[in-house]
């Protein structure tokens, strides 16, 4: 009998690790943050009128699912064209963030959500970008804004979920966006490919069934 409440435990507990670490692939998960605090990335800009042509984003901190992130635009000249300061959940970001940052991991099939308009990722597929080949998600749609309507065509890395590529147009204008760096493709600090945090919800799983077992194993002396 104390055999198979040890094989029971035993099981139990590696149906909840292989739970833990393989759920992401099972099910679109809209609040998982795909870059690291600290990661930067450039990109090369085309505006109608030539107003700025380098934009840089910087992650400053992650408090899941929200993302602290700073924008800035720069002028031809090197002159700093505008900064924003973003403060949002990665489920339900605004046009601007969305513009630049969507949950990671999704595939072709999801849906996310920006101003109450549901953006459908249409295919998946591989392209070079900031020198490294990534897996890169497409999202097309209108969405209704504050100014009138942007068009959404866009490239995001499935990962991290940040843009690799875009262009929007509105009212007549547009704007396009290309990845040229990035410091995102960086594995996270970790062991054998799993991120900390990943290891301590292993860790407390295997010290919960270490109690279980411990407490099953006083009741049978």
Sequence with gaps: MRKRIICCLAILSMFMIGTIVYSPAMAANYNNVGVKMGDKAVYQVKTAGGLYNKTIIQVYSILPPKVY??????????????????????????????????????????????????????????????????SVNYVNGTIPYILGLYLHDCYYDKETGLLVKGDLSYFGSWTNQSLISTTAWSPAAGLFGWSWTTWAIIGGAAIVTIVMLAVVLRRKH
């Design 69 to 134: 992130l700073n924008i800035t635009r720069y002028k031809p000249e090197g002159s700093v064209y505008d900064t924003h300061w973003w403060n949002r959940s990665i489920a339900t970001w605004d046009t601007g963030m969305c513009y630049y940052l969507i949950a990671g991991s999704l595939s072709a099939g999801n849906n996310f959500t920006v101003d109450s308009t549901s953006i459908n990722i249409t295919k998946t597929e591989t392209m070079t970008a900031a020198g490294a080949s990534r």
